[in-house]
C-alpha cells in the first residue's frame, strides 16, 4: 500500500513539473530551472516504478538440496 502511495506522489509531481515546463517553454518561468526539475521527478517515478517490479530471489528452501 505504502509502494502506491509513493507512486502516485511521484506521479503527481512529475504532472506538475510538466504543466511548469510548459511554462518553461512559454517564457514565463526560466526554463533552466524547470528542465531538471522535469528530469529529476521522472527519473524518480521510473526509479519507483521500477523497484516494485524488482527480482527478490528465489526462497531459501527451493536452494537447499
Known amino acids: ?5 509513493v507512486l502516485c506522489v511521484w506521479a ?3 504532472i506538475a513539473a510538466f504543466f511548469l515546463n ?3 517553454l512559454m ?3 526560466p526554463l533552466w530551472a524547470t ?3 522535469l528530469f529529476l521527478t521522472l ?3 521510473v526509479a519507483s516504478w521500477n523497484r ?3 527480482f527478490k530471489g528465489f526462497s531459501s ?3 537447499r538440496l
Do not use: S, Y
Not at 500500500?1 to 502511495?5: A, C
Open 12 to 14: 503527481a509531481a512529475a
Open 43 to 45: 527519473l524518480g517515478l
Open 61 to 63: 528452501k527451493r536452494l
Open 27 to 29: 517564457r514565463l518561468l
Open 35 to 37: 528542465m531538471p526539475l
Open 22 to 24: 510548459l511554462l518553461g
Open 52 to 54: 516494485r517490479r524488482q
Open 1 to 5: 500500500m505504502k509502494k502506491r502511495i
